[in-house]
């Protein structure tokens, strides 16, 4: 089976909430194997399904962890050798939000992160007519689900782009709210 027909198939599957474990390893196991057939809008879109997974299905995504972590490994190397100029703004952002709901539990995913958060960054002055909401709420995502890799990735962000930190790691001005302190640091609470 192609690659992009694994991606199709899995996307198809969790816009239905139809998740059953033995499908969803083989599609995660194939695609993985064949993304460098896939266009970036399908990787995501590969991604995007195992994030809808991990957050509908989160036992089963636990007992595909060495399949998923495949799968990021593809992907990552896939962004890197295609190169993070070949990733449109859109498929940057979407590809992020799905890797801030996955568990972030190796290197690799902590750095294909901070590759996408790097890029995304280096685009700024391009993102001032793109809704970049969803980002603000990857970063929630990922400061809620797993403080320490947003921590990290702050750190080697506030330097670089203090003004990338503040406005979507934050929340900055895109967000009304209160502030309060979380270990050291402030962060931007949205009101409900």
Request: charge should be positive.
């Amino acid at each position: 089976m192609p690659g992009n027909c694994c991606t199709i198939i899995a996307w198809s599957c969790a816009v239905l909430r139809f998740f059953r474990p033995e499908l969803f390893a083989v599609l995660t196991r194939v695609g993985a194997q064949k993304l460098q057939d896939c266009e970036c809008y399908e990787i995501t879109n590969l991604l995007w399904s195992i994030a809808e997974l991990s957050k509908r299905q989160p036992r089963m995504a636990e007992e595909m962890q060495g399949t998923i972590q495949e799968l990021i490994e593809a992907a990552a190397s896939s962004f890197l050798h295609r190169g993070p100029k070949a990733w449109k703004l859109q498929v940057l952002v979407s590809a992020l939000v799905s890797l801030t709901c996955i568990p972030c539990k190796d290197f690799c995913s902590k750095w294909f992160i901070l590759c996408i958060v790097q890029e995304l960054a280096e685009r700024g002055q391009n993102t001032e007519s793109t809704n970049l909401l969803p980002l603000v709420m990857a970063f929630d995502t990922l400061r809620t689900k797993n403080f320490k890799v947003f921590q990290e990735i702050c750190t080697a962000m506030r330097d670089r782009r203090p003004d990338f930190v503040a406005r979507y790691m934050y929340g900055g001005e895109r967000r009304k709210g209160k502030q309060k302190k979380v270990q050291g640091s402030v962060e931007h609470i949205a009101v409900q």
